[in-house]
């Protein structure tokens, strides 16, 4: 490893991906400043001292690995394919929220026969030459076709447009990622109903032994996850006030514990309201809630005299510690990659299958 003094983010060159990424720091207050667009470099203002770079998200995984980068973000699918056995490739968060696809197996429409990935070792098993697969994922398509019984197939690496190869006669069927399966369809292909490989989306990876040698380096990772981990957290809740008659603000609250989603993260803030005319018995009420729960939110609050109800987005809740965080220093102490199975499920937002395992059992 060569021996550095700045600290490194590598980011996806090109892309949806590449503007997902950069819309994502964005909003976790991480903006990337590039002044020269044709360049390969840029800077963040919120982490003086560490250099962005770009390239390509496969790329990324192998930077990171071999040490001449200390933080990517790339998909999930691409560090799950090449982070390699050493170890030295740690994920620091599998969800991002963006990025989103599947790796799947995908066969011919004409193999009416062929709906399962049973079916598929079944067709191979009666084929006189191996079966011929073609993927940017050799190694988790073959660790998947071999836990699946498909009993001989070959694997050809391909770039690029993956869907002609059965049309033009190199591969009986392909496994590539899919997000929406029109350009499948458009292929006449259909992915196996069973046949999903990996489910993926963006994730944060870093060099293990520079985390543990680096203060600087671990110190950035810190910082990155304080705001990755609020900025995610708070996407899926939203600020309530309401204005509130009662005697007492413990008699508000409790008003208001007997809702089960009028308690906040740790419970409502009551404070009095000054009234002109100066009626002492109106209170304003804030409670966080979750997007999903606010219709019944405001329904709780109107029940119990709730009036001049205010909701605002939330852009960042900040705990006491990134769970994340946690999760990392549990991994650098003891020399096992947790990451991300560490963090608690609740925790967690829906995230890939961990490396080294599949979907569509």
């Not at 809740?237 to 603000?249: K, Y």
């Not at 809740?317 to 102490?333: K, N, S």
Request: hydrophobic residues 40%; glycine residues 10%.
């Amino acid at each position: 490893m060569n021996q550095r003094t700045d600290v490194r983010l590598s980011l996806p060159s090109k892309g949806r991906l590449a503007e997902a990424a950069l819309g994502f720091l964005a909003a976790c207050g991480l903006e990337v400043v590039k002044p020269n667009p044709r360049q390969y470099a840029a800077s963040i203002s919120a982490l003086p001292g560490l250099t962005v770079l770009f390239q390509r998200p496969g790329d990324i995984v192998v930077s990171v690995r071999d040490g001449s980068v200390d933080f990517g973000i790339t998909g999930m699918d691409m560090v799950c394919e090449r982070r390699g056995d050493t170890g030295q490739v740690l994920v620091l968060h599998d969800a991002l929220g963006f990025g989103h696809c599947r790796l799947c197996l995908a066969v011919p429409e004409s193999w009416e026969t062929v709906c399962t990935v049973a079916d598929l070792a079944s067709y191979a098993g009666g084929l006189e030459r191996p079966l011929r697969l073609a993927t940017q994922f050799p190694r988790l398509t073959g660790s998947f076709l071999k836990a699946h019984g498909v009993p001989s197939f070959t694997l050809i690496r391909a770039e690029g447009t993956l869907e002609v190869a059965p049309a033009i006669g190199y591969a009986d069927l392909i496994a590539d990622l899919v997000s929406s399966g029109q350009t499948l369809r458009d292929n006449r292909l259909r992915p196996l109903e069973d046949g999903i490989i990996l489910s993926s989306q963006a994730g944060l990876i870093a060099n293990r032994d520079t985390l543990r040698a680096r203060p600087e380096v671990l110190g950035v990772a810190r910082h990155m996850l304080e705001f990755i981990e609020a900025h995610l957290r708070a996407t899926d809740h939203l600020s309530v006030i309401a204005n509130m008659r009662g005697s007492s603000t413990q008699a508000i609250a409790d008003r208001m514990f007997a809702q089960d989603t009028l308690s906040g993260l740790q419970g409502p803030t009551i404070s009095q309201v000054v009234v002109r005319g100066g009626d002492p018995n109106w209170y304003a009420v804030h409670i966080v809630v979750r997007r999903q729960q606010l219709f019944q939110a405001i329904a709780g609050l109107r029940a119990i005299g709730g009036s001049g109800v205010v909701v605002t987005p939330v852009s960042y809740i900040f705990e006491e510690e990134p769970a994340r965080y946690r999760a990392m220093m549990e991994a650098l102490g003891d020399g096992h990659d947790d990451t991300p199975g560490a963090v608690p499920a609740e925790r967690q937002a829906a995230g890939p299958a961990g490396c080294g395992q599949t979907r569509g059992e």
